[in-house]
């Protein structure tokens, strides 16, 4: 069988789309998803996404990580499965679509940008001197001092494997305030590497801040990443996040096809 897909990036969170509408992929295939996302013997990608048709939505989101599992919203991804879908002529500016935590709205503002609604956010807990959080995914917020020399995958993955979310994982958030943005770098369960952008994670950064910051009112977060910058705007009135929304960029990189085993 040859498998017809294409390739996306978001802020260089790297993804694999797969237009699977006809159903004519199994996609509960751990070893097949995972041997796609590698990068020296597949695709490569940070995780690839299976957009099937869904009643009373656009489309649905499909998300495996790269370690071949299925998993949590990924923000970046939702983003990337917005522009592909324009592509193949599902949806035009605007659209609603279902993912794993639910029912999407999401917006594209220019050729290659795009606004996605997140889930509220009702609770964020104070751990020490951290956050943890869930913005569609579960995140560990930290902040520290000269982010740019830190071993993100050595101290990310200590955190990510530590006997409070060695069973099921945590993405871990390095933060760094900039004054006028903050810089972040993230290490991602599932990819189990520091990745180029998390947009779950950006989004619980943004968040995390504000609450730190006792920020009331409509906010919008400015945020660098190694692949680029994104911004987050939501509303909080000391109880809830809600309004939440990720803008920035869903790139189409190029098509392909692959020789799948039959």
Same mark, same amino acid.
């Given at each position: 069988?040859? @498998?017809? =897909?294409?390739?996306?990036?978001?802020?260089?969170?790297?993804?694999? /789309?797969?237009?699977?509408?006809?159903?004519?992929?199994?996609?509960?295939?751990?070893?097949?998803?995972?041997? /796609?996302?590698?990068?020296?013997?597949?695709?490569?990608?940070? &995780?690839?996404? =299976?957009?099937?048709?869904?009643?009373?939505?656009?489309?649905?989101?499909?998300?495996?990580?790269?370690?071949?599992?299925?998993?949590?919203?990924? *923000?970046?991804?939702?983003?990337?499965?917005?522009?592909?879908?324009?592509?193949? *002529?599902?949806?035009?500016?605007?659209?609603?679509?279902?993912?794993?935590?639910?029912?999407? +709205?999401?917006? @594209?503002?220019?050729?290659?940008?795009?606004?996605?609604?997140?889930? +509220?956010?009702?609770?964020?807990?104070?751990?020490?001197?951290? !956050?943890?959080?869930?913005?569609?995914?579960? #995140?560990?917020?930290?902040?520290?001092? +000269?982010?740019?020399?830190?071993?993100?995958?050595?101290?990310?993955?200590?955190?990510?494997?530590?006997?409070?979310?060695?069973?099921?994982?945590?993405?871990?958030?390095?933060?760094?305030?900039?004054?006028?943005?903050? =810089?972040?770098?993230?290490?991602?369960?599932?990819?189990?590497?520091?990745?180029?952008?998390?947009?779950?994670?950006?989004?619980?950064?943004?968040?995390?801040?504000?609450?730190?910051?006792?920020?009331?009112?409509?906010?919008?977060?400015?945020?660098?990443?190694? &692949?680029?910058? @994104?911004?987050?705007?939501?509303?909080?009135?000391? #109880?809830?996040?809600?309004?939440? !929304? /990720?803008? &920035?960029?869903?790139?189409?990189?190029?098509?392909?096809?692959?020789?799948?085993?039959?």
């Amino acid at each position: 069988m040859r @498998l017809h =897909f294409s390739k996306y990036e978001g802020a260089g969170n790297d993804f694999i /789309l797969i237009d699977n509408r006809m159903h004519l992929v199994n996609h509960q295939q751990p070893q097949l998803i995972s041997k /796609l996302c590698d990068r020296r013997f597949g695709i490569g990608a940070d &995780g690839i996404i =299976f957009l099937q048709n869904k009643k009373g939505f656009d489309f649905e989101m499909i998300y495996y990580n790269a370690d071949g599992q299925s998993s949590s919203m990924c *923000g970046n991804g939702g983003r990337c499965a917005v522009a592909f879908a324009k592509k193949l *002529g599902i949806i035009h500016y605007q659209t609603t679509f279902y993912a794993v935590d639910g029912s999407h +709205d999401a917006t @594209l503002i220019e050729d290659d940008q795009v606004s996605l609604q997140m889930i +509220d956010v009702h609770q964020i807990n104070a751990i020490e001197n951290a !956050f943890v959080l869930n913005t569609g995914s579960p #995140h560990y917020v930290l902040c520290v001092d +000269d982010l740019a020399h830190k071993d993100v995958y050595v101290d990310g993955r200590a955190i990510r494997y530590s006997p409070s979310y060695a069973a099921e994982g945590i993405n871990v958030n390095f933060v760094e305030n900039k004054s006028d943005h903050y =810089f972040v770098r993230t290490y991602e369960r599932g990819v189990e590497d520091e990745t180029y952008a998390c947009g779950t994670g950006v989004t619980a950064v943004a968040i995390a801040m504000a609450k730190q910051n006792q920020q009331r009112g409509a906010i919008h977060t400015k945020i660098r990443v190694l &692949g680029g910058r @994104l911004d987050v705007r939501f509303q909080y009135d000391g #109880h809830a996040f809600t309004h939440v !929304f /990720l803008e &920035g960029p869903a790139t189409f990189v190029f098509d392909g096809i692959i020789d799948m085993p039959s």
